[in-house]
């Protein structure tokens, strides 16, 4: 006994190191946040029935020969994860706010109490206002999204579109080619000889790829990076490009000045894939379409000029050219159908003399600070070589974004530079996993009812294309979730309303739900009418106000269905789940808190600690933690894997998992409902849905309560859609961990990458566009620059251009910018100890040394940061690297951790370019997560002082 005593007993420092590596279990796991790409497989190591600790897997196999594998993949926040499940801002119980909202102070309640008056207000909101009056924040967080949107659905709530909140909308990428989503797979970067680095900064925002860079530039490749700051990215590239904010689409078009001017542009590529062959009539700049030509036919056939026949009609169907030759330059004389005649001449041709005109590299440097032979050389270099540009999520935040974007895409369409490995431009992108969705969407379990789905959607998607012939199946999915609503929210835009089971209780119940861009709830709800038409912070060389554009834009039904909740329909409550409203929001409390926050009679965070938004919440409400619950993450094209994260512990303290949570929430409303005498009540669309259905409706008789068979069935369900290898199940995932797509499945963000997946293979986008001929899904059916819509044409924006960054907050000295920062995922890692310890510990906003200087301010220094709209103050990081005229804040910080609980995002007008709202042409559509209104915050205009201490 005394031996077995001793052996219990530490004898030196290395007994406590050892001890670390004891374990009772080990789990796969992953991070279901947004921390996109992600996807890292982790072993997640359990003892005592706490998670010990977690480590890289180095799992992976190698995909194509003579590339390298994606092996270890993780960061440190991945791998010191298991430090924030027990970390002191872990929210262990239901939590009610007492005294004002934001005033901090909190009652511990039991979960019977909170849900009884969250119940109760909700039953308040809808007998009220409907059920549309209960809303929830779109979110990218992966553990979050189904079952919040099956709440919403089976409530008939009203959801915001993610991308209109958080803008990782690359909407230039989306006029271009009518996707925003195309992502190669990180792997094929290995094939790159010429590396963009523009507009990210993939040392910080991509730790666990950016070995597929420096393994290219050992193969070969160049990296070029293109950036005002001198960034951590710049430390391998080979030449650092420090441009002027905001200017990139002048430094853009001067390359394709240059590559155009020296005859080194791919001109078969140009005429194929992209409509700068299309005919433009010189009278009104519009194309040439078949009613001039035949007083009839579709609005959006257009023409080429034939060298040698003449006019002919560009093909919509294929855009190879086969044989033919068409005409890039030249004035040519077209009969119309009323016989008079006009002159002509191609898209190519204006944009020539666009170019000549204002882009030479001698006339941008003016604008860029760039030097002329900078960029000739650079040039030279893009169109004699696989360039690939690594584009993050930066450019789509600035307030002319799309143009710095739509520049971008020329510069690969006249080199050639897209549909072959090595090459493209990137945003994100998520699908595959149709079976995530078609699970908890169907009439109940079994294959049987998935083959109802399939089957469905498959019919659906053949009459289509009976009506179109031309229509690809990823412009049918399109097309079909733009006409309508119910089509926008299940997988591949497909569905509509599906039963919840058999019988009278839910069989009967509807399964939809409302939705808008976040642009009309600001505008109607927050008051932001009055910043958008700020005179300088919108762009004031526009003939007309924003509100004239706005009002245009409703009265046209652009946005018919949409363009609520109107001000007679305030929203009443408010759920956040996988979203930090106050935080996310451009605007913040300033914008929100004497605007929308009064309106609101309850507002709920669900979430693992207490946010900025469950500070300012009513009720905040423990969710379990990754490790806690079962999840999958985003699944993207980055990876082209399904990876698998296990319940490795019980939640901690009294959370629960969002399933539960909401099928908690629906078993109070019944009850108290029934108890104050209510049975039923009617959505938006008039169908009556009833108090007493919402759990079994919600939870598919309990079915999807159970975390292991609606996991199993999620995954089989993908391998009955095709998308995962026939045989996957729960058991072979929890056995390797993750397993590798076998076929896009019809989400719209899938098909979007227009490629076959081949197994052998990196994955790049549009290999079908240029192999197959197969059309984009633009309104010219080609890669599009020339957008002759009325507003762009006002504007003088029908072809990529440069225009100057407004003064977004007033006329100030200094821009800020930002950037997802290295040390936490948004907010989420804020307060681990381990990634404390890599940082300042504080926030801190980074300005330049003569800057600093001439306002007195030393390194460390708490300065206050301000404009027209509001102040925030922080740290001070004095460093050479930044631009003069610049200030980076980056993206991360939580509000609370700032003086006054106010972060960057105060001082945000939260602008949006007014050619958001434009529509009636073809792509120009709302799509959830695609076309709409975002948000613009880059290059906000500011000043900075030393702040008085307190």
Not at 84 to 93: A, K, M, N, W
Not at 233 to 251: C, E, K, R, Y
Not at 344 to 354: E, G, S
Not at 587 to 604: C, H
């Amino acid at each position: 006994m005394k031996a077995a005593e001793s052996d219990r007993i530490y004898t030196s420092p290395s007994d406590l190191y050892r001890k670390k590596w004891d374990w009772d279990a080990v789990y796969w796991g992953t991070h279901c946040v947004d921390c996109y790409p992600g996807n890292c497989p982790m072993r997640v190591y359990v003892r005592g029935g706490q998670v010990w600790r977690e480590e890289q897997s180095g799992s992976f196999q190698t995909i194509e020969p003579g590339v390298p594998d994606f092996n270890p993949m993780g960061c440190q926040k991945g791998a010191s994860w298991s430090q924030s499940l027990y970390g002191p801002d872990r929210l262990l119980y239901p939590l009610k706010r007492v005294g004002e909202r934001g005033e901090g102070r909190w009652n511990r309640v039991t979960w019977d109490e909170a849900l009884t008056d969250i119940a109760d207000r909700m039953i308040d909101a809808i007998e009220a206002g409907g059920p549309s009056s209960i809303a929830h924040e779109g979110t990218p967080e992966m553990a979050t999204v189904i079952p919040t949107n099956k709440f919403f659905s089976t409530l008939g709530g009203h959801g915001l579109d993610l991308n209109g909140s958080i803008n990782d909308f690359s909407i230039g990428l989306y006029e271009t080619f009518g996707r925003f989503s195309q992502v190669s797979s990180a792997d094929d970067w290995f094939h790159s000889e010429v590396v963009l680095i523009w507009h990210m900064n993939p040392i910080y925002t991509r730790i666990p790829f950016y070995h597929f860079i420096a393994e290219a530039r050992y193969n070969g490749a160049e990296v070029i990076n293109i950036s005002p700051d001198v960034n951590p990215s710049h430390l391998h590239a080979d030449i650092q490009v420090p441009i002027n904010g905001g200017t990139d689409p002048a430094f853009g078009l001067a390359l394709v000045q240059v590559i155009l001017e020296e005859g080194l542009a791919n001109w078969k590529f140009i005429k194929e894939q992209t409509d700068l062959g299309f005919l433009v009539r010189t009278d009104t700049r519009r194309y040439l379409r078949q009613a001039d030509v035949e007083g009839q036919g579709p609005e959006d056939q257009m023409y080429q000029w034939a060298v040698g026949s003449g006019i002919r009609k560009a093909d919509r169907a294929n855009i190879f050219l086969k044989d033919v030759d068409i005409a890039l330059e030249g004035t040519f004389d077209v009969q119309l159908k009323n016989g008079s005649t006009v002159q002509v001449r191609p898209a190519y041709d204006f944009l020539k003399q666009h170019l000549n005109e204002k882009y030479t590299p001698e006339k941008q440097q003016p604008i860029t600070g760039v030097h002329p032979d900078v960029i000739r050389t650079i040039a030279r270099k893009c169109a004699t070589k696989r360039t690939n540009i690594m584009l993050g999520y930066n450019a789509c935040k600035f307030y002319h974004g799309d143009l710095m974007e739509r520049a971008q895409a020329l510069l690969l369409a006249v080199t050639g530079n897209w549909g072959k490995k090595g090459t493209g431009i990137r945003c994100w992108a998520s699908g595959m996993h149709d079976g995530a969705f078609i699970a908890v969407n169907k009439p109940g379990p079994g294959a049987a009812n998935t083959e109802i789905v399939l089957s469905g959607r498959d019919a659906a998607i053949a009459a289509f294309k009976q009506m179109d012939p031309t229509a690809t199946t990823e412009i049918a999915v399109k097309r079909m979730g733009q006409m309508s609503e119910k089509l926008q929210r299940s997988p591949g835009g497909l569905g509509g309303m599906l039963s919840g089971g058999d019988d009278g209780e839910s069989s009967a119940h509807p399964n939809a739900s409302t939705s808008s861009p976040p642009a009309f709830w600001w505008y109607w709800q927050a008051n932001y009418q009055e910043r958008w038409n700020t005179p300088g912070w919108g762009d004031d060389s526009l003939p007309r106000s924003f509100d004239e554009y706005f009002n245009e834009a409703i009265s046209k039904g652009w946005w018919e269905g949409m363009d609520h909740p109107r001000p007679e329909d305030p929203p009443r409550v408010l759920i956040e789940c996988g979203g930090n409203m106050l935080r996310r929001t451009r605007g913040g409390k300033k914008a929100l808190l004497n605007t929308l926050w009064p309106k609101l009679d309850l507002i709920v965070s669900i979430d693992f600690r207490i946010s900025q938004t469950g500070l300012y919440s009513d009720y905040v409400l423990p969710a379990a933690q990754h490790y806690e619950k079962i999840g999958f993450h985003i699944p993207t094209p980055h990876l082209m894997n399904l990876t698998f994260s296990d319940k490795a512990a019980e939640p901690a303290g009294e959370a629960r998992n969002e399933w539960q949570i909401y099928h908690a929430i629906f078993e109070k409303i019944a009850e108290r409902a029934s108890e104050r005498g209510l049975t039923a009540y009617k959505d938006t669309k008039g169908m009556t849905r009833r108090y007493a259905a919402l759990p079994g409706a919600y939870s598919m008789k309990g079915f999807l309560l159970d975390e292991e068979r609606l996991a199993d069935e999620q995954i089989r369900d993908s391998a009955l859609a095709g998308t995962l290898p026939m045989g996957t199940s729960l058991r072979t995932l929890r056995e390797k961990g993750h397993v590798r797509f076998i076929d896009w499945g019809l989400s719209p963000m899938a098909l979007a990458q227009a490629s076959p997946i081949k197994p052998n293979e990196t994955h790049v986008p549009f290999r079908d566009n240029t192999e197959r001929g197969t059309p984009f899904p633009t309104y010219a059916r080609r890669a599009q620059f020339y957008i002759d819509h009325e507003w762009f044409l006002e504007a003088h924006e029908e072809l990529p251009t440069y225009k100057p960054n407004p003064n977004m907050g007033g006329d100030y000295p200094i821009g800020m910018t930002s950037g997802h920062n290295r040390w936490s995922i948004h907010t989420m890692n804020q307060a681990n100890w381990v990634i404390l310890g890599t940082h300042r510990g504080e926030p801190d906003v980074v300005v330049n040394t003569d800057d600093a200087a001439d306002r007195g301010v030393k390194d460390g220094d708490l300065i206050r940061i301000w404009n027209d709209v509001s102040q925030f103050k922080s740290r001070a990081r004095v460093a050479p690297n930044v631009k003069r005229g610049q200030l980076i804040s980056y993206n991360g910080w939580a509000g609370f951790q700032y003086p006054e609980w106010s972060g960057a995002n105060e001082i945000e007008p939260g602008m949006v370019k007014w050619i958001g709202f434009a529509g009636g042409y073809g792509h120009l559509s709302h799509l959830g997560a695609e076309w709409q209104p975002v948000p613009a915050e880059r290059w906000t205009r500011c000043d900075f002082e030393k702040a008085e201490v307190d």
